[in-house]
T-cell receptor, first 114, second 111 residues
Framework: DAGITQSPRHKVTETGTPVTLRCHQTENHRYMYWYRQDPGHGLRLIHYSYGVKDTDKGEVSDGYSVSRSKTEDFLLTLESATSSQTSVYFC?????????????FGPGTRLTVL | SQQGEEDPQALSIQEGENATMNCSYKTSINNLQWYRQNSGRGLVHLILIRSNEREKHSGRLRVTLDTSKKSSSLLITASRAADTASYFCATDGAAGNKLTFGGGTRVLVKP
């Protein structure tokens, strides 16, 4: 456990409402990631950050935005939630050492958009 | 599309048996990693194998990598009920700081 927390852990919202998910890490890792996990698709990268205020798009970024104002916090925002964004969202950080680059994952946020 | 594809998608074995799952990928890699996910939890890193390595061991885990075939296998020996989980392979790209995950293999170890 690399000290990654996600909030909220569960959320039910309605189509068209804005939603913000928060990821907090205590490891001072430079890289942070947001993934979504859906049956039949594995994990897909939404956005990632390589430093404060430095972010880039992943494979499935449409409909999502992110912000990173502090090293420890990475926010994922759905500006106007749609039912297709019902998913489990995972945050991860990257640990780099002599063994290689490995990712540590948070516990996930289950989002349901009605 | 996914870089890594696991095979089989699901596997059911008895406790004490070995579990083998495979991963195929499409492009050149620096390293390949395997992760485990217990139901309702986040992924946990298991083992990393570099592109210049052919085999690696960690406890009851054995990973092989064949870069000529763009494939890897994960063997769990003497499986336990606690090994019940989904297992994912992940590959990096040229930049090395992004991973692409396969769809996973669901392993059920029956007591």
């Amino acid at each position: 456990d690399a000290g990654i927390t996600q909030s909220p852990r569960h959320k039910v919202t309605e189509t068209g409402t804005p939603v913000t998910l928060r990821c907090h890490q205590t490891e001072n890792h430079r890289y942070m990631y947001w993934y979504r996990q859906d049956p039949g698709h594995g994990l897909r990268l939404i956005h990632y950050s390589y430093g404060v205020k430095d972010t880039d798009k992943g494979e499935v970024s449409d409909g999502y935005s992110v912000s990173r104002s502090k090293t420890e916090d990475f926010l994922l925002t759905l500006e106007s939630a749609t039912s297709s964004q019902t998913s489990v969202y995972f945050c991860a950080t990257l640990n780099s050492d002599r063994a290689g680059d490995t990712q540590y994952f948070g516990p996930g946020t289950r989002l349901t958009v009605l | 599309s996914q870089q890594g594809e696991e095979d089989p998608q699901a596997l059911s074995i008895q406790e004490g048996e070995n579990a083998t799952m495979n991963c195929s990928y499409k492009t050149s890699i620096n390293n390949l990693q395997w992760y485990r996910q217990n139901s309702g939890r986040g992924l946990v890193h298991l083992i990393l194998i570099r592109s210049n390595e052919r085999e690696k061991h960690s406890g009851r885990l054995r990973v092989t990598l064949d870069t000529s075939k763009k494939s890897s296998s994960l063997l769990i020996t003497a499986s336990r009920a606690a090994d019940t989980a989904s297992y994912f392979c992940a590959t990096d790209g040229a930049a090395g700081n992004k991973l692409t995950f396969g769809g996973g293999t669901r392993v059920l170890v029956k007591p």
